[in-house]
Every structure is written in structure tokens, then in C-alpha cells.
């Protein structure tokens, strides 16, 4: 990544192009948008012993694989092409709050003493990339969706379920920010 | 045909992630301490778009109004909760985990191995979890 680089896109960018995502889908394939399953088809692919929640037939979602192999692309020639500023824009509260829980001056897009492949034995990088990922993949089954199926098009659908997932994605990241993390990471 | 637009829609949904910062760890954790506006504003006008285009695409297409529902099951919140932990953690849902690779933030690698053990591991136990 250069030094030159852009600013961040706004919120009102961003946010209509990903809803569009919603319409689209619908439009296309008749598809109900959500990146999450992604992992399901992949672990049904892969998996040499299959339980019944892994016995279908991913072939016929292989649009959710195209589409998540269409976002690396995306990450790729975004990252390459047009880098954002390598010092990220953040409210000066967030980068002191980090720094009182161990965290350098923010750059990039992670910090690099969690995310990396040399971290993953420290206790942060275990936690934040290990535990992390695990709850990721493990939660948004459970819960059916996440914050694309559930908190977009559930909520563009008016699913009420949807809105009782996303209070508890948000209260979950919450727990997670303001007790968990100053009492582990201190 | 099909298949090229659902990847083209990916690299938008990649580009737009990677450029609005939405993968970034640091923007989730000014989402959750409610420094910034940014996520929110992503996240209010991405369903607000969403809502909008599906209420005017159903005039149109009423067999919209068939599409498959979610029903509610206690995961939804039990789940939810789990998810939300991993989220902080991470500072990414699934979409920017895989926008992350191609990046350039290979170490989550990591963390997708990680998620799809936990999908795993959910496939075993599913029928003993309440629902």
C-alpha cells in the first residue's frame, strides 16, 4: 500500500449501494441477499463428514460463492487501485480509548499486533482472530444470517425476527467492546 | 450471464467495503463506542435503499412478496449474541471478512478458518441447541 490515498467514501455513498445489493439480487436470481451462508456452502463442500445440516445441495447456491469470489476481487482492485489514506480518519475519542487498552496509533485496517500471522499464539491475536472467527462462523449459523441477511434484507423485508437479531448483534458487540475488552486486553 | 452479474455485484459490494472503510477494525470500534456517525449512516441508508427499491419492485413483480421468510427461532438472538461477540472481536461480519483477503489483510485467513470450524462445529450440535 503507497502513501497516496483517497478519503473514505461517506456513509451516503456507501450505504445505497449496499442496499441496492437487496434489489438486485432479487432481480437477478431471484435471490434473498446474505454473505454468511457462504461459509455454510464452503464447509459443505469441504467437509469429509457431513451432518445433516451440511447435506444439501450447494450447487444451487453457488451464486453466494461467485459473490463472495466477486468481493475479494473487489477488496483487491479497490486495495490496488484506489488505496485509501493509510492513516484512517477516526474520532480522536476512539484512537485514545484504543491506546488506554494497548492499541498503537491506528493505520491500515486492522492493528497489526492482532492481525497477523505471527500473533495468532499471543493472547490478543488468539482472542481477536481465533475466538473471533470462530464466533463469527459459529453465531451467524445459529442465528441464520447476519448483518447482510438479517439486518438488511430481513429488515428491508420487515422480518421481525431480523430486528431481534440485529439488537442482539449490536448488544453482543457492546458486551464485547465495553466490558470484555477492558478487562481482558488491559 | 446470471452467474457474471451476481460476481460483478461482489466486486462492487468489495470496492464499496474497502472504500467506505467498513472493513476497517478501527471503524467498528467507533461504531460501538458511538464516536461516529459513519457505520451508522452506512447501515440506516443501505436498508433504507434496500426497503424502498423492494416496496417499488413489488408493485411490479408481486411474486417478490412470496420470497422465502425467515421464521423466528430462539438462535436468532442466542446466535445474534455469539455473532456480535465475534464482530467486536474481529471488527468484521462475514461480508468483510472475505473483502479483507483480497485486500491485502491476509492473517484472516485466520479468522475464516476459524469461522467455518465454528460452522462446524454448529453442523454437530444443532439438534442439541434450543431452537
Not at chain 1, 10 to 33: D, E, F, S, T
Not at chain 1, 50 to 69: A, I, M, Q
Not at chain 1, 164 to 175: D, E, N, Q, Y
Not at chain 2, 77 to 89: E, K, P, R, T
Request: net charge positive; aromatic share 12%.
Amino acid at each position: 500500500m503507497n502513501e497516496m490515498g483517497g478519503p473514505a467514501w461517506p456513509w451516503y455513498v456507501a450505504g445505497p449501494i449496499i442496499g441496492l445489493m437487496v434489489p438486485l439480487a432479487l432481480l437477478i436470481g431471484h435471490r434473498r441477499w446474505g454473505v454468511s451462508s457462504s461459509l455454510r456452502h464452503l464447509c459443505a463442500i469441504a467437509s469429509p463428514v457431513k451432518p445433516p445440516f451440511l447435506r444439501y445441495d450447494w450447487k444451487k447456491e453457488s451464486w453466494n460463492l461467485l459473490f463472495v469470489g466477486g468481493a475479494i476481487v473487489g477488496g483487491f482492485v479497490a486495495a490496488h487501485w484506489i488505496p485509501n489514506a493509510p492513516i484512517p480518519d477516526l474520532d480522536p475519542k476512539t484512537v485514545a480509548d484504543l491506546k488506554a487498552i494497548g492499541f498503537d496509533t491506528p493505520r491500515g485496517l486492522v492493528p497489526r499486533e492482532a492481525f497477523a500471522f505471527s500473533q495468532v499464539l499471543t493472547s490478543r491475536g488468539f482472542l481477536m482472530m481465533v475466538v473471533g472467527g470462530f464466533f463469527v462462523g459459529f453465531g451467524t449459523r445459529y442465528a441464520n444470517g447476519c448483518t447482510s441477511g438479517h439486518s438488511i434484507t430481513g429488515l428491508a423485508l420487515r422480518e421481525w425476527p431480523s430486528l431481534v437479531a440485529t439488537v442482539a448483534f449490536f448488544a453482543g458487540g457492546l458486551i464485547m467492546t465495553h466490558v470484555v475488552f477492558g478487562w481482558v486486553l488491559r | 450471464m446470471r452467474n457474471t452479474a451476481f460476481l460483478l455485484l461482489g466486486v462492487i459490494f468489495g470496492v464499496t467495503l474497502y472504500k467506505a472503510e467498513i472493513i476497517s477494525w478501527y471503524r467498528i470500534q467507533e461504531m460501538f463506542r458511538f464516536h461516529s456517525f459513519h457505520m451508522y449512516g452506512v447501515m440506516g441508508s443501505a436498508v433504507a435503499t434496500a426497503m424502498i427499491s423492494v416496496a417499488v419492485l413489488s408493485l411490479r413483480m408481486p411474486e417478490l412478496r412470496s420470497a422465502p421468510r425467515r421464521p423466528f427461532q430462539h438462535g436468532v438472538w442466542i446466535g445474534g449474541l455469539v455473532f456480535g461477540f465475534g464482530w467486536a472481536l474481529t471488527g468484521a461480519c462475514p461480508g468483510p471478512l472475505w473483502v479483507h483477503i483480497g485486500a491485502g489483510t491476509t492473517a484472516m485467513l485466520i479468522a475464516i478458518a476459524s469461522a467455518l470450524l465454528g460452522v462446524l462445529v454448529y453442523a454437530y450440535m444443532d439438534h442439541k441447541l434450543p431452537h
